[in-house]
């Protein structure tokens, strides 16, 4: 499959192997929650409830465009294996990184990484940020080394989530 990515900038498309990333549409609702689903089901305790906690999850594009973000997903020969989105922050000159997810059988590929960089690109060219912030579940090492390795500071102390997965989250930002 050849790479193609709908973004900002070109230059990302190289680093992704074998995957289409565009913006999410109206059908895709049920793979990427059956893909977070399938990647909350690596880590012990980690729940996947669309209804109760993540609603957005059942019309992504819409949900993520009514409070001024994006939403992308990555294909593997047809099927969505890689997800990220994209917000304004009330913090000035922040915009926040969410759903970064990769299947388990896509990683390794530059998939989470070339999601990144395009939400990070967005964050600058369409909101203007200089610094990009997310949260993400103290599980989830493979997601830290990746945020490590692309130059985010993960900031001291936790957040504790009162959600069915019990989540634990460290904070990382990047400067822009």
């Known amino acids: 499959m050849s790479t193609t990515l709908h973004t900002p900038s070109a230059d990302i498309a190289a ?37 109760e906690e993540e609603p957005e999850l059942k019309t992504p594009k819409t949900s993520f465009e009514k409070i001024g973000g994006r939403f992308w997903v990555a294909e593997c020969d047809g099927n969505v294996c890689g997800t990220v989105a994209l917000t304004p922050t009330d913090a000035p000159g922040f915009a926040r990184l969410h ?33 990009f912030m997310l949260y993400t579940d103290s599980r989830f090492l493979d997601a830290h080394r990746l945020y490590e390795r692309l130059e985010y500071i993960r900031q001291p102390g936790l957040v504790e989530r009162a959600d069915a997965s019990h989540s634990i989250e460290y904070v990382y930002t990047k400067r822009l």
């Open 15 to 51: 680093r992704v192997a074998d995957a289409i990333v565009r913006e999410t549409g109206g059908s895709d609702s049920e793979q990427i929650i059956d893909l977070i689903n399938s990647v909350y089901a690596e880590y012990q305790g980690c729940v996947l409830l669309v209804d």
């Open 99 to 131: 759903k970064l997810y990769v299947s388990s059988a896509a990683r390794g590929r530059g998939i989470g990484e070339a999601l990144c960089n395009l939400a990070e690109q967005t964050a600058k060219s369409e909101l203007h940020a200089e610094n």
